[in-house]
T-cell receptor, first 114, second 111 residues
Framework: AQTVTQSQPEMSVQEAETVTLSCTYDTSESDYYLFWYKQPPSRQMILVIRQEAYKQQNATENRFSVNFQKAAKSFSLKISDSQLGDAAMYFCAYSGGANSKLTFGKGITLSVRP | NAGVTQTPKFRVLKTGQSMTLLCAQDMNHEYMYWYRQDPGMGLRLIHYSVGEGTTAKGEVPDGYNVSRLKKQNFLLGLESAAPSQTSVYFC??????????FGPGTRLTVL
C-alpha cells in the first residue's frame, strides 16, 4: 500500500522569506502523480501544485515550486516570498494505480509571521 | 459551473440516528470519492466510485454506505451514527489519474 509521510506537524516562516515543506512517499508504482493541497481556515481544499512522476522537470506555479526526487521518493514544496495568505494547512498527496485514489499525508500547519 | 457541492454544510446527530450526505458535481467526472478528515490524521478515503452504478470500499469504510445512481451524484449514508463518526467529510471528483476537485466539506457532530 502507498504511504505518504509528512514528519513536521508545524512550521513558521517570516513574511517575504522562503520556506520548504517536506514530504516522502512509498510506492511500487512507476507512474503516478504527486500533489500539494492547501487548506486555509475556510476548510476548502485548494490544489497548489502537481507533479507527474514521468516528468523529470520540477513543477513550478508562480511562488510555489517542488523538489521532486524520484529515486529518494521525496517531494518537497518550496514557497518563496511568503505572504500572510499562505498561512494554512498543507497536505502532500499521492495518486497512482487504476482508480486514482488519493493517499494523503497528515498535513503540516504553516504560520506566517508579519 | 458550481463545481462540487455538498449538502448539508453542518449537522448534529444523536447516537443511533441516520443521515445521508449528498455530493453533486457538474463537471461530468467519472470518478467520485468520499473522505473524512480528523485532526492529525489527514484525509482518509471512505468509499469511491469509478462510474455510475459502481462503488468500492476505501481505507475506512465501516459504518458507511454509498450509492451512485446518477453520474453527477454520490451519496454517503450513515445508518446508525456513532460518536467516532464525528468528523469533517469531503467529497471529491475527477476524470481519473489527475487532480481531484473537492467540495466545501460537511462538519458532522455525533453526540
Amino acid at each position: 500500500a502507498q504511504t505518504v509521510t509528512q514528519s513536521q506537524p508545524e512550521m513558521s516562516v517570516q513574511e517575504a522569506e522562503t520556506v520548504t515543506l517536506s514530504c516522502t512517499y512509498d510506492t511500487s508504482e512507476s507512474d503516478y502523480y504527486l500533489f500539494w493541497y492547501k487548506q486555509p481556515p475556510s476548510r476548502q481544499m485548494i490544489l497548489v501544485i502537481r507533479q507527474e512522476a514521468y516528468k523529470q522537470q520540477n513543477a513550478t506555479e508562480n511562488r510555489f515550486s517542488v523538489n521532486f526526487q524520484k529515486a529518494a521518493k521525496s517531494f518537497s514544496l518550496k514557497i518563496s516570498d511568503s505572504q500572510l495568505g499562505d498561512a494554512a494547512m498543507y497536505f502532500c498527496a499521492y495518486s497512482g494505480g487504476a482508480n486514482s485514489k488519493l493517499t494523503f499525508g497528515k498535513g503540516i500547519t504553516l504560520s506566517v509571521r508579519p | 459551473n458550481a463545481g462540487v457541492t455538498q449538502t448539508p454544510k453542518f449537522r448534529v446527530l444523536k447516537t443511533g440516528q441516520s443521515m445521508t450526505l449528498l455530493c453533486a458535481q457538474d463537471m461530468n467526472h467519472e470518478y467520485m470519492y468520499w473522505y473524512r478528515q480528523d485532526p492529525g490524521m489527514g484525509l482518509r478515503l471512505i468509499h469511491y466510485s469509478v462510474g455510475e452504478g459502481t462503488t468500492a470500499k476505501g481505507e475506512v469504510p465501516d459504518g458507511y454506505n454509498v450509492s451512485r445512481l446518477k453520474k453527477q451524484n454520490f451519496l454517503l449514508g450513515l445508518e446508525s451514527a456513532a460518536p467516532s463518526q464525528t468528523s469533517v467529510y469531503f467529497c471529491a471528483s475527477s476524470w481519473g489519474g489527475d487532480e481531484q476537485f473537492f467540495g466545501p466539506g460537511t462538519r458532522l457532530t455525533v453526540l
